[in-house]
């Protein structure tokens, strides 16, 4: 008996995610989710450098600014709260004064142009069509950072408008990296604050505009772009509230290991695979905590995990435990 319909994957022909790719992944919170995978398995990756950017128009702004190396002033900044802030940014980079706000931002705008001219996958996530248009000065942005929201205009992105965005993105990557490859995702996190059925239409705005795009690429030099059916492996696969955190949007860490290992099938190689179970076999004996740690036993456990991350370094030299 088969309980649940299955989404058909297929393992991508070239370029898959092994220990010599770099990453770099943009987007919504799913991406944290992600990256903490890659980051456990001790991949080379680099994630949200300006915080979680929900929407596509935001994600162009930190690419096309980290390309263009644009150097953040005061006037990009603004106090409220007691911080100060940048439309740009989430407020993780928010600061108590503007110039270590400025030197966080001017740092991270150096860190993105250097990862993107040397990413091998750059995973985006888009999270919602549904943007914010800051009224005073008519920016789209990309945190509101709790200002009063009279002083927003709200907007849905067209089909077309996300397209645009999807295919600036892609020219701008393309003009400094024409190699990497480039894996467009929606997020399984359902946004009801803009309304059960805003979010529907949000979502299906973001999967046409994507779909669209990609049926179109061929318009773009040596476009290597691919979609992974995140959203649609949650909406449909787990589509049971099990699979879902105490607040009955996110997905719980069950969903996140299931379509982490539906990623895995995709884009992980097969050698990789078996690296991936040294490095996991490492980071649980770490964390094993013995029962008697003076103990014969657990001293020849240690020299043993100790022996495989020795190995582990002697082939991958970025590996880190």
């Not at 094993?288 to 043993?304: D, Q, R, T, V």
């Amino acid at each position: 008996m088969k309980l649940l319909t299955e989404i058909p994957l297929s393992k991508q022909s070239k370029n898959l995610i092994d220990y010599n790719s770099n990453m770099l992944l943009l987007g919504s919170c799913f991406v944290e989710n992600i990256g903490e995978k890659l980051s456990y398995f001790k991949f080379q990756n680099f994630q949200n450098p300006f915080g979680i950017l929900f929407q596509p128009k935001a994600i162009e702004s930190l690419i096309s600014n980290a390309i263009n190396q644009k150097v953040y002033s005061e006037k990009d900044t603004f106090f409220y709260n007691e911080q100060w802030h940048c439309f740009d940014a989430h407020s993780k980079l928010s600061a108590s004064t503007t110039v270590d706000l400025l030197n966080e931002l001017n740092k991270q705008i150096e860190l993105t142009n250097k990862q993107i001219n040397e990413s091998t996958h750059i995973i985006i996530t888009l999270g919602t069509a549904w943007v914010y248009r800051f009224i005073e000065s008519n920016q789209l942005v990309a945190n509101c950072h709790k200002v009063p929201q009279k002083q927003f205009k709200k907007e849905l992105l067209s089909v077309n408008d996300i397209v645009e965005s999807l295919q600036s993105i892609v020219s701008l990557i393309k003009s400094v990296n024409s190699e990497a490859s480039i894996i467009f995702t929606v997020s399984p996190v359902r946004h009801i604050k803009d309304g059960f059925i805003e979010n529907t239409q949000s979502k299906a705005h973001l999967i046409t505009a994507i779909h669209q795009f990609l049926s179109e690429k061929s318009s773009i030099e040596n476009c290597q772009s691919s979609y992974f059916p995140s959203y649609e492996i949650m909406m449909d696969e787990l589509r049971d509230y099990r699979f879902y955190a105490e607040d009955m949007l996110h997905p719980n860490k069950m969903a996140i290991q299931y379509i982490w290992e539906k990623f895995q099938e995709v884009w992980i190689s097969n050698e990789t695979l078996k690296t991936m179970n040294d490095v996991g076999a490492v980071q649980k004996g770490i964390q094993h905590k013995p029962f008697n740690p003076n103990s014969e036993a657990y001293k020849k456990f240690l020299i043993g995990i100790k022996e495989k991350q020795l190995q582990l370094q002697k082939t991958y030299p970025h590996i880190i435990f």
